[in-house]
């Protein structure tokens, strides 16, 4: 087959003096000429922020991104991960082991690791492309889906669920509920709308939710289940004494429970969708991997490019512990600074032709699950396996995917991802 493997992503010049702080502005699509502008012209911005806000600083190049997330005694998780102004008390009621820094961090993310080791999670590769088995039949018998709702929503918690232990007939309450907390700035997830109504009953509870205390209830129950009886799965793994003899306090372990709800959740579901929206609108990335087996090369190159083109988590934030000079601006302790892990993976001074879909980049060196810091993904070898099996799966079984109406673009500025995906699956 002829070697075309480049696709070019939809550039919107209009989007040039996008207001990054507002949500209504990410339901266009990601502003990518924004952070063009930005990366280019000033890539420690500082940007105001409306409604209480005290601004923060935008970092949007590449290795500035890595500098920071490279700095985390300076530039410290601990006071927050999300631009959101909490108080101190609101803080200590909603943190989770990512919103630590290191020593206290790295104690408890051995705690955590344990159950998603590449090995480990190697295993799991049978199991998940059972589960894609009934989702794909059912959307490919449909014919006309909606691919976000049908496939790449259904699929990430079932495969979670599976591996770390919730039972499937739960899974699509998960879901809701996980909606409910992330996709807390969008009305067709949530009556909490963060930025419209009042939440202020809801601010103890992650994502200022009451969903997180839904969540917060389903975790104890699960926890108790397996209190004197070894379920055999992730969750009974990090309930025992890890080797030095250290237990998971009843907080630790329910806060990492909402925390996996929805991190793993609308992340890797987000990235099924846009690689879906990416087979279906570039004959030529369908055809080249719709003849590749499972265990060619290209798989795990095509895997690295569909996650880097998604790159759903756009930014988390961090808070300077000491004044810093970046890019000749002061950054001031005390202030909030942004790093946008999207914007890095499209920096043209790191990736040559980022707006082109390559799916033999080489070196590829994405920043999507904040590789270079502490936090890096822990999820991020499970959701490498479950984008490649996903797709792998059903390629098998379609001749063709066509796009059949406009994608919707989820209302946040926090995460990005198409949430209705129109298509026409032409089964093999
Ligand atoms: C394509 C899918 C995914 C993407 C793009 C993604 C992205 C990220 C990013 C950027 C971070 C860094 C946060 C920071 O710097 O503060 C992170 C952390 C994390 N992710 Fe993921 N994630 C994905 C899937 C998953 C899955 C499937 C899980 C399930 C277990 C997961 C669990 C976590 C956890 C627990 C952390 C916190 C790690 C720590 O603080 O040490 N993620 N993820």
């Known amino acids: 087959m002829e070697k075309i493997l480049k696709t070019v992503c939809p550039i919107n010049n209009d989007d040039i003096d996008a207001d990054i702080t507002s949500h209504d502005t990410f339901e266009k699509g990601f502003p990518h000429m924004a952070f063009k502008r930005m990366r280019d012209d000033d890539p420690c911005a500082w940007v105001d922020e409306k409604d209480g806000g005290k601004g923060f600083w935008a970092v949007t190049r590449y290795n500035d991104i890595r500098e920071v997330n490279g700095l985390p005694k300076i530039f410290s998780s601990a006071q927050g991960i999300r631009l959101e102004e909490q108080s101190k008390e609101e803080f200590e009621a909603r943190k989770t082991f990512q919103e630590t820094d290191p020593p206290i961090h790295t104690r408890q993310r051995m705690m955590f690791h344990r ?5 480990l999670v190697s295993t799991y590769e049978p199991l998940i492309r059972e589960i894609c088995n009934d989702i794909l039949n059912d959307a490919v018998d449909l014919s006309e889906v909606d691919a976000t709702k049908e496939i790449a929503k259904k699929l990430p918690m079932r495969m979670l ?16 509920r996980g909606d409910a907390m992330i996709a807390n700035s969008d009305p067709d997830f949530t009556d909490h709308v963060i930025d419209k109504v009042d939440t202020d009953e809801y601010r103890f509870l992650p994502f200022r939710s009451p969903a997180g205390k839904e969540i917060y209830d389903y975790g104890e129950k699960q926890k108790k289940l397996r209190e004197n009886h070894n379920m055999g799965d992730v969750m009974s793994m990090l309930l025992q004494p890890d080797k030095q003899g250290d237990k998971l306090s009843d907080l630790e372990f329910k806060n990492f429970f909402a925390l996996m709800v929805a991190a793993g959740n609308d992340t890797t579901r987000y990235t099924m969708a846009s690689s879906m929206h990416a087979l279906a609108n570039n004959p030529y990335i369908f055809d080249y991997l719709k003849s590749a087996p499972d265990d060619a090369p290209i798989w795990l190159s095509a895997t690295e490019e569909f996650i880097r083109w998604a790159s759903p988590t756009m930014h988390f934030r961090r808070t300077a512990t000491e004044d810093y000079k970046l890019h000749n601006k002061k950054i001031k302790e005390g202030d909030k600074v942004a790093i946008w892990f999207t914007s890095g993976n499209y920096d043209e001074r790191k990736f040559s032709n980022p707006f082109s879909f390559d799916l033999e980049r080489e070196n590829n060196q994405h920043i999507a699950f904040g590789q270079g810091g502490p936090h890096t993904c822990l999820g991020m070898w499970l959701a490498r396996l479950e984008v490649r099996v996903a797709m792998q799966e059903l390629l098998k079984r379609v001749l063709k995917i066509e796009q059949i109406g406009p994608e919707k673009y989820l209302r946040s500025n926090f995460i990005r991802g198409i949430k209705n995906l129109p298509v026409r699956l032409t089964s093999a």
């Open 115 to 119: 159950g998603f080791t590449r090995k």
């Open 161 to 176: 669920g599976r591996v770390v232990g919730t039972p499937d007939e739960d899974a699509e309450w998960l879901v809701s």
